[in-house]
């Protein structure tokens, strides 16, 4: 404590982080003197330049999710960023028919929608955080210089408010200044023009972005002349897209939400919804009590898979809620395709013994190589994958029946299994129990990964994609009159080492904080810092706006929650869900500041100042007639016919042949059975497998809180869980101090003081949070095929701080 001031600010009204008249200790490093908070940044800024643990505090693993304190929280958070009164009034808008869209998960939305409120505790802090009465405006950049902001944590950098107007960090400069729009955009399209090969830029996209800003994106940096469209897809989900694909001829999911009241097993595989999708317990629910059967498969047990209260009906609130997992499979981390393997083959034994378990009909009219696939798991002896997962027997006995009774089946699955260097082979082994079902293209059955970012699917629909595509590209031309790059661009990964090796000058990023996404934290900062330019399209100040290109830019956007109006006119964007269903989103809070612009302005303005209003494409008309966008896309993009009427009469699904049963465009006209490979991380006895996990109190990178309150953990993000005999062996007693260290091709990478807390983890297994372990994730290394980092299954050691 001797190196801080130690300070008490007591709040006099309720817009501040803290409620009035709460006393707060704060601590300021004495060389900054930071004596006081202004008007606009009514929080205490942590600058400590240490790691403290005094408030750590840990209490036993919740038994359930949700219930009447996810209502508290979410109120509490609501209250504290927006006013309670504010708070509740746009709470009641969000995911409803006539209101916008979550900025938070994509899970999708029943078409019977609660009236007393369709969302979930962390849904309000997603809202909470993008309706924040906090700003960041030209006072604030003028008191903090970047030095200065860059020591804070992420969670601090995003209580600082909503940005205002469009800033620029000159070259050589420690402060942000402002700059008008048009100077800007000016700046960003001489910078442009200066490049040798519009390959030298990189331009990233997040997926809270719309499909009419996403599309239009996509189109300039094609006109632009590059495929260099990176997009967090890559980092999350790309192993889902890649592996089903290949297996059923489509990138995405096959079921929708009402297929989960009519599933007879649904088996949730390497993924934490009551976190990261808590909308979708209510789904769980409904199979529950609709008679089906839930199985969990993960490394730790999750409150939310536990038991739901739900907060809408009083036996959430006064009973005992609903148990929703019926067998849980504790697997070690990445050995999910051992696990999978084991079942099958004990499914393939009962369908040789006589029992038909197999939907052989469906197998011989709709897939092409189960031979091989049986030779497979003939070749696999049983103890080596019962050792290899960790499940005790008699529990996979307990799956392989429930599986083999019945057909109905869902698979689940979020990024515990697509961070990983097998990533696509975790998905096709999912897809292979599925096809010996016949689980796929009939209701109540198929596959559900869970997206993450609200239209990460949607970007990607509308041409947020660095690979070539000859039939889009054609019908670019053919609407637009250019001729498309015909060269693959780079992905996050590749992107993030060529800007590191100097072959990228100029980086942007709509939306995302793309510093603390990204793998190898370190790597990635000092590839930003090689560009001549970043540029920023954001709501919220973040991390990567301080680690930034030898000049910056950061054009503030309008948040999902608000109203976007031109000319005296309101306008809506669309989005699309996890499940394939295209809707409208139209914001109704009025915006933070007057000076901010929508993405697809941005985007436009950006277009203009670089190729003038000449030409094919209507940029400035597009910037005032959403209309005429979706009119392109529907141009451009299969099944989007009668785009803006249908997504007014409460949008539409897309085509999707996986859940039709039509798998005619594959080799041979029929789905896919594959042959996958076992884990194999090489590890010697002081070795650890760590995946990166988040808090209850965060979403992506963005931190609501320090609390996590489902596994127990307060107050505190700096913590890694550790099984107790792994703890006895290396003799660290619960809140020791360690420092996590990973080697990967001689490059030692440390993340320093991490706590240890004995938790329900497998022996040999770790987890902590990221971004604070993502330094820890090597950049060359990810998954095959898809390119993802393997985030969820880092090799590492564990030291003891002295």
């Given at each position: 404590m001797?190196?801080?001031d130690?300070?008490v ?7 501040g982080?803290y ?8 601590f ?9 908070m202004e008007?606009d940044?009514?929080?205490?800024l942590?600058?400590t ?5 005094e408030?750590?505090k840990?209490t036993?693993r ?7 304190p996810a ?12 006013g309670?009164?504010?708070g509740?009034k ?15 998960c ?10 007393l409120g369709?969302?979930?505790?962390n849904g309000a ?5 993008e309706?924040?009465?906090k ?5 604030f950049?003028q008191r903090?210089?970047v ?9 601090e950098i995003g209580k600082s408010?909503?940005l ?5 960090l000159?070259k050589?400069?420690v ?6 729009w048009?100077e800007?955009?000016?700046?960003i399209?001489d910078?442009l023009?200066?490049?040798e090969?519009?390959?030298e830029?990189?331009?990233y996209?997040s ?5 009419e800003?996403?599309?239009l ?6 006109a ?10 890559n ?5 889902s897209?890649?592996?089903l ?9 096959s079921?929708?939400?009402e297929?989960?009241g009519?599933a007879e097993?649904?088996?949730?595989i390497?993924q934490?919804?009551?976190t990261?999708?808590?909308r979708?317990?209510?789904a769980l629910q ?6 089906g059967?839930?199985i ?12 739901f209260?739900?907060p809408q009906e009083?036996?959430g ?6 148990v929703?997992?019926d067998?849980f499979?504790?697997?070690?981390i990445?050995q999910?395709v ?18 038909p378990?197999?939907d052989q ?5 709709k897939?092409?190589g189960l ?7 003939d ?6 994958l019962l050792?290899?997962?960790g499940v ?13 009774s ?7 699955w ?8 097998n ?9 292979n129990l599925l096809?010996?079902?016949g689980?796929?293209?009939?209701e109540?059955?198929g596959?559900c990964?869970?997206r993450g970012h ?5 970007d990607?629909?509308v041409?947020i ?5 000859p039939s ?5 031309k053919?609407t637009?009159?250019?001729d498309?790059p ?8 590749h992107g993030?080492?060529a ?5 990228v000058?100029?980086f ?9 996404a990204?793998?190898?934290t370190?790597y990635t900062?000092?590839?930003l ?11 919220k100040?973040n991390?990567?706006h ?8 950061i054009l ?9 109006v031109?000319?005296g ?10 499940m ?6 139209r914001?109704?809070?009025?915006p933070a500041?007057?000076?901010l612009?929508s993405?697809?302005d941005?985007?436009?303005g ?5 190729f003038?209003?000449t030409?094919n494409?209507?940029?400035k008309a597009f ?5 005429l966008?979706?009119e392109?896309?529907?141009?451009v993009v ?8 249908r997504s ?10 996986a859940r039709?049963?039509?798998?005619s ?6 789905a896919r059975?594959?042959i ?6 090489g ?7 760590l995946?990166?996990?988040?808090s209850h109190?965060q979403?992506?990178t963005?931190i609501y809180?320090l609390d ?7 107050n505190?993000?700096?913590?890694v869980f ?6 006895e062996?290396l003799?660290?007693q619960?809140?020791?101090?360690v420092?996590?260290v990973?080697?990967y ?5 440390r993340?320093s003081?991490?706590?240890?807390i004995?938790?329900d983890?497998?022996m040999?297994?770790?987890a902590?949070?990221?971004?604070e372990t ?5 950049i060359?290394?990810?998954?095959d095929?898809?390119?993802t980092p393997i985030s969820?299954s880092i090799?590492?050691r ?5």
């Amino acid at each position: 404590m001797d190196t801080c001031d130690i300070g008490v600010l007591i709040c006099t009204d309720g817009f501040g982080l803290y409620p009035s008249g709460e006393a707060v200790v704060f601590f300021i490093l004495p060389d900054l003197k930071i004596k006081r908070m202004e008007k606009d940044f009514k929080r205490a800024l942590s600058i400590t330049g240490t790691i403290r643990f005094e408030d750590l505090k840990v209490t036993p693993r919740a038994e359930y999710a949700a219930g009447v304190p996810a209502v508290a929280v979410a109120l509490k958070h609501a209250r504290m960023e927006m006013g309670l009164f504010r708070g509740l009034k746009t709470l009641a808008h969000m995911n409803q028919k006539d209101g916008f869209d979550c900025p938070g998960c994509a899970w999708p939305d029943p078409d019977d929608r609660s009236q007393l409120g369709e969302y979930c505790e962390n849904g309000a802090k997603a809202l909470a955080e993008e309706a924040t009465l906090k700003r960041v405006d030209a006072d604030f950049f003028q008191r903090y210089s970047v030095e200065e902001l860059s020591k804070l944590t992420d969670y601090e950098i995003g209580k600082s408010g909503r940005l205002t107007q469009p800033f620029i960090l000159d070259k050589g400069s420690v402060h942000y200044r402002p700059i008008s729009w048009q100077e800007a955009f000016d700046r960003i399209g001489d910078h442009l023009r200066q490049l040798e090969s519009p390959d030298e830029a990189l331009f990233y996209t997040s997926g809270r972005s719309s499909n009419e800003a996403a599309f239009l994106y996509g189109l300039f940096v094609r006109a632009f002349g590059t495929n260099n469209m990176p997009d967090c897809s890559n980092m999350c989900h790309e192993s889902s897209g890649v592996a089903l694909t290949e297996t059923l001829g489509i990138g995405k999911g096959s079921v929708t939400l009402e297929d989960f009241g009519k599933a007879e097993v649904i088996m949730v595989i390497g993924q934490n919804p009551g976190t990261n999708h808590p909308r979708m317990l209510s789904a769980l629910q409904q199979c529950k009590e609709n008679g089906g059967k839930i199985i969990t498969a993960n490394p730790i047990p999750e409150a939310g898979l536990v038991r739901f209260k739900n907060p809408q009906e009083v036996k959430g609130v006064l009973g005992g809620g609903t148990v929703l997992t019926d067998i849980f499979l504790q697997v070690k981390i990445n050995q999910d395709v051992a696990l999978l393997k084991l079942i099958m083959k004990r499914l393939l034994a009962l369908e040789r013994s006589g029992r038909p378990v197999f939907d052989q009909e469906f197998i011989q009219e709709k897939t092409n190589g189960l031979e091989a696939l049986t030779k497979d798991l003939d070749s696999h002896d049983e103890s080596t994958l019962l050792a290899a997962c960790g499940v005790p027997s008699g529990k996979v006995d307990e799956a392989v029946e429930l599986l083999a009774s019945h057909q109905k089946i869902i698979i689940c699955w979020a990024m515990g299994l697509t961070q990983h260097k097998n990533g696509v082979d975790n998905i096709r082994e999912c897809v292979n129990l599925l096809l010996l079902k016949g689980s796929i293209g009939k209701e109540g059955a198929g596959t559900c990964p869970v997206r993450g970012h609200s239209n990460v699917q949607g970007d990607r629909t509308v041409g947020i994609v660095h690979h070539v595509s000859p039939s889009f590209n054609q019908a670019l031309k053919d609407t637009f009159g250019f001729d498309p790059p015909e060269k693959s661009g780079y992905d996050t990964v590749h992107g993030i080492q060529a800007m590191h090796a100097g072959k990228v000058k100029v980086f942007m990023g709509l939306g995302g904080n793309f510093v603390s996404a990204a793998s190898d934290t370190a790597y990635t900062a000092a590839a930003l810092q090689q560009c001549d330019l970043t540029v920023s399209i954001s709501t919220k100040l973040n991390r990567t706006h301080l680690i930034t290109g030898k000049t910056a830019i950061i054009l503030p956007t309008l948040g999902r929650s608000e109203q976007d109006v031109r000319e005296g006119v309101p306008r809506y964007v669309t989005v699309e869900n996890s499940m394939g269903k295209v809707h409208r989103s139209r914001g109704r809070l009025t915006p933070a500041s007057e000076q901010l612009r929508s993405e697809v302005d941005i985007v436009c303005g950006i277009a203009r100042a670089y190729f003038g209003d000449t030409g094919n494409i209507p940029w400035k008309a597009f910037s005032t007639n959403y209309d005429l966008i979706r009119e392109k896309i529907e141009a451009v993009v299969a099944g989007f016919e009668a785009y803006s009427k249908r997504s007014e009469a409460g949008g539409f699904y897309l085509p999707n042949n996986a859940r039709a049963g039509d798998f005619s465009k594959l080799p041979g006209g029929k789905a896919r059975f594959s042959i996958n490979r076992l884990a194999d991380h090489g590890l010697s006895q002081e070795d650890f497998v760590l995946m990166t996990i988040r808090s209850h109190d965060q979403f992506n990178t963005t931190i609501y809180g320090l609390d996590d309150r489902y596994r127990g953990i307060f107050n505190e993000r700096r913590v890694v869980f550790m099984n107790a005999l792994d703890m006895e062996k290396l003799k660290l007693q619960q809140e020791d101090v360690v420092d996590l260290v990973s080697r990967y091709d001689g490059v030692e990478r440390r993340a320093s003081q991490f706590k240890v807390i004995a938790y329900d983890i497998p022996m040999g297994n770790l987890a902590a949070y990221f971004p604070e372990t993502n330094m820890l994730v090597p950049i060359n290394h990810f998954a095959d095929k898809s390119h993802t980092p393997i985030s969820k299954s880092i090799v590492v050691r564990v030291l003891k701080c002295q």
